[in-house]
């Protein structure tokens, strides 16, 4: 089997499990993303994210994370709904979160991908990524051209918007690249002024130590700065704002993912019971969600802040 067979039968099998998008690009060191992130690192713009400054070397480098590695596939699997939480007035979460944990449901799908890469092309070497290691997913997506990296930061793509999960995987096997594609923001600011918090610092850079997402999921302290005050939008666990007024989302089609339905007893949460949520109801109704990223006492604290911003 040739090279534009092996990449053909690739692309076959991930439109199979289930991927809207696939795009491979040759394994080589990230020289120019290396120096973003470095520079975006000196500016303390990973908050307190101190992860984003560990391995920095594997995050620029795939060979570091798979020897001897060719080429990077890269994956988006949708997770767009249209549906609403019921009560308008209640804490809202981020779509991603309605269902279950997107680790657990793409990692299956992985696996069996590099099941299928094995089983047909020989003793390939391989590993598999979503959001679970140093990988600078955006980068490979955007080289990918399974879409471009927006003013937001979140890869978009032209047919269908940005509300994707980004996957990788990462082979010492030659396959046939794509190219990226061009940049179709143009013009447009509507990311950059509909976010509260300012942190689309210019086009194309998140502050992520200004990011709701960041202060609802990924800061641990007890407090959540004061100076965020009214400026949550009644957002509890990550935000969807920069995404939900990109012009290109007006082509987002909704998810065909069963493990992603959200949970009527969610959607339908009045702002009352969620401020009056108990531990033994988070860990049911949370249960296999990226919600428990946060903990109990994280959301307890998240739920806290965006009530006094009504007071």
């Excluded at 795939?62 to 767009?80: E, F, M, Q």
Aim: aromatic fraction near 12%.
């Amino acid at each position: 089997m040739n090279i534009n067979q092996k990449t053909f039968s690739i692309k076959e099998e991930a439109t199979r499990l289930g991927f809207a998008f696939t795009g491979i690009s040759k394994a080589e060191r990230l020289d120019d993303d290396a120096r973003h992130l470095e520079n975006w690192l000196n500016k303390n713009m990973q908050g307190k994210m101190v992860y984003m400054e560990n391995h920095f070397d594997k995050r620029v480098d795939p060979t570091k994370l798979v020897p001897g590695a060719r080429s990077v596939i890269s994956l988006l699997y949708n997770y767009y709904t249209d549906e609403k939480q019921k009560d308008e007035t209640a804490p809202k979460i981020s779509k991603y979160a309605f269902g279950k944990d997107y680790h657990d449901v793409i990692s299956d799908k992985l696996k069996q991908f590099l099941q299928f890469i094995r089983e047909n092309f020989g003793d390939v070497y391989g590993r598999v990524f979503v959001d679970s290691a140093p990988v600078l997913e955006r980068a490979w997506a955007k080289r990918s051209g399974v879409g471009w990296v927006g003013k937001n930061t979140n890869i978009i793509n032209k047919e269908s918007g940005s509300f994707y999960f980004l996957a990788e995987i990462i082979l010492d096997l030659d396959l046939e690249y794509d190219s990226a594609v061009k940049d179709y923001c143009g013009t447009c600011t509507a990311c950059i002024d509909a976010c509260p918090t300012d942190a689309i610092v210019d086009p194309y850079v998140i502050d992520g130590s200004k990011c709701i997402s960041y202060f609802t999921i990924e800061l641990k302290d007890q407090i959540i700065p004061s100076d965020n005050k009214n400026k949550f939008e009644n957002w509890a666990f990550g935000c969807d704002i920069c995404q939900d007024v990109c012009p290109w989302n007006r082509f987002a089609k909704k998810h065909s993912e069963p493990m992603f339905e959200p949970s009527g007893e969610l959607m339908n949460m009045k702002a009352n019971e969620w401020h009056e949520l108990t531990e033994e109801i988070f860990e049911e109704l949370f249960k296999n969600s990226p919600v428990q990223r946060t903990k109990f006492e994280g959301l307890k604290r998240n739920l806290k802040f965006v009530q006094t911003e009504k007071s």
